[in-house]
């Protein structure tokens, strides 16, 4: 078997085998780039040599032996030979880049005769014993275990002697009195000599390297960044060339783009009279790389040559790794450059631009997430920096909602409106968990913080969906509402007091932090957006609820809305009274009035969403929810009107009795009602459909506004296209007796009127018996919307409000569950019945309208599945618009 490559033999084409270090030095010798010569034992031979228990296959050492007299013919130098030595490194690189975590040798092939003679023939001896103790130190302590300290504490000593601040500036004496230290250390530590057989030291190194394979550090890399165990490690051994030798030596790191901002400039960091290791372990200040440009401006303009060239070949930005020996440039190390996500969208727009890569390719090469960044404020990194040196960093806790913000702590809703809107501060809203009757508080806030929740608590939605920054399940964080303060990490924040929340990292910080807003409307986020446009197939809607969402949404690229929750619009200070009103009444007379007063309400709504969309499609869902959600709580009338009477008890007979008789009487009233229609499993019970049978004039109310809206708009030159959506269908006896109803109530409304508009009856596929009857729903149905939050509820049989803090955490550490199914479509499950609604809804209808509009709409897994099985549209938040404009780019590509 062939088990080592020289470095003319291989290509960047053979990753697997060569490992990425190994296959990139190939391919760059190809090139014809200045690369020392070297050659490389496979990531098989590493596989054979752990599964063997450390031994070297068959034949693998002559091979070795056998490239480097190859190495040595070519170089005219040979390893061991101190009139004329060959030195080399012997280094890890395998298939992915797992940077630091296996270990590198250097200066393989010094002893004392070597460094005795280099020294005398040179008359360096400065270079000599500083090439011959690193070598000590690393084979002492990555081949023979010796622990770094000892070495460590002679350099310190030295350096203390001498009075200078690090190595590079201690004499040769000094030099060559630590080679001798390093030695004793490892004959003390190890009870034998270090090995002055160079050959001996290039096979010891060639093991020690196979093996870091599997030390902790790089098994722990590879658990945490999901890279397979059986990869094994490549082994580079590559001709020493030395950045150290003077002032016209040196070496450096750069990438041939910023990787910050994207920009077209190489960017990175060069030290003069060093060695490679020096730039990267930061024990001598850096210089920037323009610095070598005034050093060595014609080395400059040759590294910059061969960036591009290097840019060209392999079609990506770079990080490179070079070395200056007295005047002569050599390349050492070239990979794809990592990069933020504001970098990874200009560079591949630019690279487009360039042609050195296609539309598609750009498209494809920024991650969905990474659109991100985009839209969100973020803490300038120094200011974040800075917060953390100080100790400000709190706590940490789920990143639930991106952004920055920082604020005053407010620990009630009412308190976060009235600061932010009377007093114009910037409010954090801190809860324990929040409710819905605390939404108008977190509109109001910069951002959202809580003790407890999950990924998809309430906080944690309604956060996404109006795009505020969140952190939410800060354990460590205890919130005190009565006493209306917080501990955590030892610190009592009071409210009032300032706050910073990141929810792109979930960090929590005390006090303020600067935010930066990234810009928007960046030409190269548009361009690249507008390419994914042209490759997806599937729409984009968004879920808006107020004709604000719905212009934002807009702007983000949405083609229409996909769900509005009309019953949001309910919970308005200015409404409730009303809808209160209309659920307790006791008369039809008294509930159409209600119903009367809440119309315009509604008719206003539709009309702000119908003309921000300009003839988009806009699906409207009927009430979905429980009534009760719109009413107190049971136990909270319950405390009140046992309390009132209590206190009337004292007051038996005295004046101010009289008021509070009243109030007793309707509190009363109202608890009677919230008891009458209390239900074991409200979620399960009178809502969506349901409610709308039970209760016509309510719905009939809501289809009403909604034709009303539709017909001034047709009026006015505005284009509309509403779709009434009709939630929670089992049976389609429901819908057919739902949609006659209403469906008279539109066609009484434009005979009214004298208009007619486009229209359609729908309904949300959210009950799995309605996935599994689709073909009969279809009949009536005019499109089909996914509701998976529910769908995945009633499919699983899983309560998601109980399971994400309780037992649904378990199950995913676990690993009972691979995902979270309320953040990832389960395409087993839930996806199998929605690809059977899809079937045999178009097999009834086949130009059936089918969407998504649950939570799963915005992720990109979700989005890959919906094109996959056909539907026509997703339907995410509005900030998550762009994000799935760019998913399904990817999943039609
Ligand atoms: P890592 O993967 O941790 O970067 P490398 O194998 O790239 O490890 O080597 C560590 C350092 O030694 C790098 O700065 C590299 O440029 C330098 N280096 C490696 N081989 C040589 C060589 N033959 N000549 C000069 N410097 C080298
Ligand atoms: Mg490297
Ligand atoms: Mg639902």
């Given at each position: 078997?062939?088990?080592?490559?020289?470095?003319?033999?291989?290509?960047?084409?053979?990753?697997?085998?060569?490992?990425?270090?190994?296959?990139?030095?190939?391919?760059?010798?190809?090139?014809?780039?200045?690369?020392?010569?070297?050659?490389?034992?496979?990531?098989?031979?590493?596989?054979?040599?752990?599964?063997?228990?450390?031994?070297?296959?068959?034949?693998?050492?002559?091979?070795?032996?056998?490239?480097?007299?190859?190495?040595?013919?070519?170089?005219?130098?040979?390893?061991?030979?101190?009139?004329?030595?060959?030195?080399?490194?012997?280094?890890?690189?395998?298939?992915?880049?797992?940077?630091?975590?296996?270990?590198?040798?250097?200066?393989?092939?010094?002893?004392?005769?070597?460094?005795?003679?280099?020294?005398?023939?040179?008359?360096?001896?400065?270079?000599?014993?500083?090439?011959?103790?690193?070598?000590?130190?690393?084979?002492?302590?990555?081949?023979?275990?010796?622990?770094?300290?000892?070495?460590?504490?002679?350099?310190?000593?030295?350096?203390?002697?001498?009075?200078?601040?690090?190595?590079?500036?201690?004499?040769?004496?000094?030099?060559?009195?630590?080679?001798?230290?390093?030695?004793?250390?490892?004959?003390?530590?190890?009870?034998?000599?270090?090995?002055?057989?160079?050959?001996?030291?290039?096979?010891?190194?060639?093991?020690?390297?196979?093996?870091?394979?599997?030390?902790?550090?790089?098994?722990?890399?590879?658990?945490?960044?999901g890279?397979?165990?059986?990869?094994?490690?490549?082994?580079?051994?590559?001709?020493?060339?030395?950045?150290?030798?003077?002032?016209?030596?040196?070496?450096?790191?750069?990438?041939?783009?910023?990787?910050?901002?994207?920009?077209?400039?190489?960017?990175?960091?060069?030290?003069?009279?060093?060695?490679?290791?020096?730039?990267?372990?930061?024990?001598?200040?850096?210089?920037?790389?323009?610095?070598?440009?005034?050093?060595?401006?014609?080395?400059?303009?040759?590294?910059?040559?061969?960036?591009?060239?290097?840019?060209?070949?392999?079609?990506?930005?770079?990080?490179?790794?070079?070395?200056?020996?007295?005047?002569?440039?050599?390349?050492?190390?070239?990979?794809?450059?990592?990069?933020?996500?504001?970098?990874?969208?200009?560079?591949?727009?630019?690279?487009?631009?360039?042609?050195?890569?296609?539309?598609?390719?750009?498209?494809?090469?920024?991650?969905p997430e990474?659109?991100?960044?985009?839209?969100?404020?973020?803490?300038?990194?120094?200011?974040?920096?800075?917060?953390?040196?100080?100790?400000?960093?709190?706590?940490?806790g789920l990143n639930v909602s991106p952004?920055?913000?920082?604020?005053?702590?407010?620990?009630?809703?009412?308190?976060?409106?009235?600061?932010?809107?009377?007093?114009?501060?910037?409010?954090?809203?801190?809860?324990?968990e929040?409710?819905?009757?605390?939404?108008?508080?977190?509109?109001?806030?910069?951002?959202?913080?809580t003790?407890r929740g999950g990924r998809t608590s309430h906080a944690a939605l309604v956060a996404r969906q109006?795009?505020?920054?969140a952190v939410v399940g800060?354990s460590?964080?205890?919130?005190?509402?009565?006493?209306?303060?917080?501990?955590?990490?030892?610190?009592?924040?009071?409210?009032?007091?300032?706050?910073?929340?990141?929810g792109?990292?979930g960090?929590?910080?005390?006090?303020?932090?600067?935010?930066?807003?990234?810009?928007?409307?960046?030409?190269?986020?548009?361009?690249?957006?507008?390419?994914?446009?042209?490759?997806?197939?599937?729409?984009?809607?968004?879920?808006?609820?107020?004709?604000?969402?719905?212009?934002?949404?807009?702007?983000?690229?949405?083609?229409?809305?996909?769900?509005?929750?009309?019953?949001?619009?309910?919970?308005?200070?200015?409404?409730?009274?009303?809808?209160?009103?209309?659920?307790?009444?006791?008369?039809?007379?008294?509930?159409?009035?209600?119903?009367?007063?809440?119309?315009?309400?509604?008719?206003?709504?539709?009309?702000?969403?119908?003309?921000?969309?300009?003839?988009?499609?806009?699906?409207?869902?009927?009430?979905?929810?429980?009534?009760?959600?719109?009413?107190?709580?049971?136990?909270?009338?319950?405390?009140?009107?046992?309390?009132?009477?209590?206190?009337?008890?004292?007051?038996?007979?005295?004046?101010?009795?009289?008021?509070?008789?009243?109030?007793?009487?309707?509190?009363?009233?109202?608890?009677?009602?919230?008891?009458?229609?209390?239900?074991?499993?409200?979620?399960?019970?009178?809502?969506?459909?349901?409610?709308?049978?039970?209760?016509?004039?309510?719905?009939?109310?809501?289809?009403?506004?909604?034709?009303?809206?539709?017909?001034?708009?047709?009026?006015?030159?505005?284009?509309?296209?509403?779709?009434?959506?009709?939630?929670?269908?089992?049976?389609?006896?429901?819908?057919?007796?739902?949609?006659?109803?209403?469906?008279?109530?539109?066609?009484?409304?434009?005979?009214?009127?004298?208009?007619?508009?486009?229209?359609?009856?729908?309904?949300?596929?959210?009950?799995?018996?309605?996935?599994?009857?689709?073909?009969?729903?279809?009949?009536?149905?005019?499109?089909?919307?996914f509701g998976t939050n529910d769908l995945t509820q009633t499919t699983y049989g899983i309560s998601r409000d109980d399971a994400e803090t309780g037992f649904l955490s378990e199950y995913l550490s676990k690993r009972i569950l691979p995902e979270n199914p309320f953040a990832t479509i389960d395409q087993r499950g839930v996806g199998?019945?929605m690809?059977?609604?899809?079937?045999?809804?178009?097999?009834?209808?086949?130009?059936?309208?089918?969407?998504i509009?649950g939570e799963h709409g915005g992720d990109p897994k979700t989005i890959a599945f919906c094109?996959?099985?056909?539907?026509?549209?997703?339907?995410c938040s509005?900030?998550r618009?762009?994000i799935?404009?760019?998913a399904?780019?990817?999943?039609?590509?």
């Open positions: 078997e062939k088990w080592v490559y020289l470095f003319d033999e291989g290509r960047g084409d053979m990753k697997d085998l060569l490992g990425g270090k190994g296959a990139n030095l190939a391919e760059m010798t190809r090139i014809g780039l200045p690369v020392p010569p070297g050659f490389i034992v496979t990531t098989q031979a590493c596989n054979a040599f752990l599964a063997a228990g450390s031994r070297f296959p068959e034949g693998l050492w002559e091979q070795e032996l056998t490239a480097l007299r190859k190495l040595e013919k070519r170089a005219g130098r040979s390893l061991g030979d101190p009139e004329n030595p060959l030195l080399v490194s012997c280094r890890s690189g395998a298939r992915f880049s797992m940077p630091g975590m296996m270990d590198t040798l250097l200066n393989i092939g010094m002893n004392d005769a070597v460094a005795e003679r280099l020294a005398a023939r040179t008359g360096d001896a400065r270079f000599a014993y500083d090439a011959y103790r690193r070598l000590v130190q690393m084979f002492g302590t990555v081949v023979l275990g010796v622990p770094d300290e000892p070495f460590e504490q002679v350099l310190e000593q030295h350096r203390r002697q001498q009075g200078v601040e690090n190595d590079a500036a201690l004499p040769a004496e000094d030099l060559k009195a630590i080679t001798e230290s390093f030695k004793a250390i490892v004959r003390e530590k190890t009870g034998r000599d270090f090995p002055q057989e160079p050959v001996e030291q290039l096979r010891l190194a060639t093991e020690a390297v196979f093996r870091s394979w599997n030390g902790k550090r790089a098994v722990d890399y590879r658990n945490a960044a890279i397979a165990h059986d990869l094994g490690t490549a082994v580079n051994i590559v001709t020493m060339v030395f950045g150290n030798r003077g002032e016209d030596s040196g070496t450096g790191v750069v990438t041939t783009r910023n990787v910050s901002t994207g920009e077209r400039e190489m960017e990175g960091d060069y030290l003069s009279n060093a060695q490679g290791e020096d730039v990267v372990s930061g024990t001598r200040p850096t210089l920037r790389i323009s610095a070598l440009k005034e050093l060595h401006p014609k080395l400059y303009a040759q590294l910059e040559r061969y960036c591009q060239k290097l840019e060209r070949h392999f079609r990506d930005v770079q990080d490179v790794e070079f070395t200056i020996e007295q005047g002569k440039l050599w390349m050492l190390q070239t990979r794809d450059a990592k990069r933020t996500a504001q970098a990874a969208v200009r560079i591949a727009v630019e690279l487009a631009g360039e042609r050195l890569i296609n539309r598609k390719e750009a498209v494809l090469r920024v991650k990474q659109i991100d960044f985009f839209l969100h404020p973020q803490f300038a990194p120094a200011d974040k920096k800075a917060a953390r040196e100080r100790g400000d960093l709190l706590a940490t952004g920055a913000a920082s604020g005053v702590v407010a620990f009630d809703a009412d308190t976060a409106e009235r600061w932010s809107k009377e007093v114009k501060k910037a409010v954090i809203m801190v809860r324990p929040t409710k819905p009757d605390d939404v108008h508080g977190m509109l109001a806030a910069r951002g959202i913080l003790s109006f795009g505020k920054p800060v460590a964080m205890e919130v005190d509402c009565e006493k209306r303060q917080l501990t955590v990490a030892g610190r009592v924040l009071h409210e009032g007091d300032t706050v910073s929340i990141d792109t990292t960090e929590v910080f005390a006090g303020p932090l600067e935010t930066v807003i990234p810009d928007l409307k960046d030409p190269h986020i548009l361009k690249l957006l507008e390419w994914a446009d042209s490759f997806r197939k599937l729409g984009v809607y968004a879920n808006a609820d107020y004709p604000r969402d719905a212009q934002q949404a807009r702007e983000l690229g949405a083609e229409g809305v996909g769900l509005c929750r009309t019953e949001h619009m309910f919970f308005e200070t200015d409404r409730l009274p009303h809808v209160q009103r209309m659920i307790l009444a006791r008369t039809d007379e008294e509930r159409d009035e209600a119903l009367a007063r809440l119309l315009p309400f509604q008719r206003e709504d539709f009309l702000g969403l119908f003309r921000a969309m300009n003839g988009q499609p806009v699906t409207i869902r009927l009430i979905d929810p429980p009534l009760h959600e719109f009413l107190p709580s049971h136990d909270e009338l319950l405390h009140d009107v046992t309390e009132l009477e209590t206190r009337l008890e004292l007051l038996k007979g005295k004046p101010e009795a009289v008021g509070m008789e009243a109030t007793l009487a309707s509190k009363r009233r109202m608890l009677e009602a919230v008891h009458s229609m209390r239900e074991a499993n409200p979620m399960l019970g009178l809502r969506g459909v349901r409610l709308g049978i039970h209760l016509p004039a309510l719905v009939r109310m809501q289809v009403r506004a909604l034709f009303e809206a539709a017909c001034q708009c047709a009026r006015e030159g505005v284009r509309v296209f509403p779709k009434v959506m009709i939630p929670l269908i089992a049976h389609s006896n429901e819908l057919r007796v739902e949609k006659e109803t209403l469906e008279a109530e539109a066609r009484a409304v434009m005979k009214e009127r004298g208009l007619k508009v486009a229209y359609q009856f729908g309904t949300m596929i959210e009950i799995p018996r309605a996935a599994l009857t689709a073909d009969q729903i279809a009949q009536d149905a005019e499109f089909f919307s199998a019945l690809e059977m609604a899809v079937r045999l809804g178009r097999k009834t209808r086949p130009t059936l309208d089918i969407g509009c094109h996959r099985i056909g539907l026509d549209y997703v339907s509005p900030y618009v762009p799935a404009r760019l399904a780019a990817h999943a039609a590509l």
